[in-house]
């Protein structure tokens, strides 16, 4: 079974207080479709990788043919990061829970200062790639960052864990409204947050 995009659970219409419409449009049904096209392009001439899920695949990049290995880390890790980047946004408004907050606070003093930090990770990637907070095997709370199109799940990884929440600071995904304002579009990014499901994340096995 090939890899399909995701639909969405809401229309690019409606981040329109953080995310203007055109930049979800073509981020969606261009960017993502062709990392979703060239995964599977990839994976044609490997039958036996077939049957591998999307996670499984990223766990063990280090392992894959070397022709493909580059195609399945930018693409798969794509599809992974967007879909993953997608559930988490949301037009309803939301805020942590106080369990949610107590597990923030543990590891990064109070919410404020979290958002400080990973601003300060969003801002210090240079180039393309994503800013995430990762839960660890040990249960910790960390900030990192991935160039590209990597993320924490692939054996790759500088630091592994399991994301809980992401963003995508390739310039793609906020260009049409901010151009070179990466910040603001941090600080946007807040808004369309779907706390509930980070939430679910964290606290899931
Ligand atoms: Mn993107």
New binding site residues.
């Given amino acids: 079974m090939a890899f399909q995009l995701p639909k969405l659970k809401y229309q690019y219409n409606t981040l329109e207080r953080s995310i203007d419409p055109m930049t979800m449009e073509i ?1 969606h049904s261009k ?2 479709q062709a990392y979703v096209d060239n995964l599977n392009k990839a994976l044609e001439q490997y039958p036996n990788l077939l049957g591998l899920s999307l996670e499984q695949l990223l766990q063990r990049i280090g392992d894959l043919p070397a022709d493909i290995r580059m195609k399945v880390r930018n693409n798969g890790g ?1 599809h992974w ?2 879909s993953f ?1 997608w559930d988490i946004l949301t037009p309803e408004l939301s805020n942590p829970s106080e369990q949610l907050l107590d597990k923030i606070k543990e590891f990064f003093g109070n919410f404020d200062n979290f958002k400080t930090e990973f601003k300060k990770v969003a801002l210090d990637r240079f180039g393309s790639g994503w800013a995430w907070l990762i839960k660890d095997s040990e249960n910790k709370l960390k900030l990192v960052s991935t160039p590209n199109q990597d993320n924490p799940l692939m054996d790759i990884a500088e630091e592994s864990g399991k994301p809980v929440l992401g963003l ?1 600071v ?1 310039e ?2 906020y260009y049409l409204r901010y151009q070179n304002r990466r910040a603001d579009y941090i600080d946007a990014f807040w808004n369309v947050v779907d706390w509930k499901r980070v939430e679910e994340l964290m606290f899931e096995n």
């Fill in positions: 981020h960017h993502h794509g990061n967007h980047f995508d390739w793609h995904a």
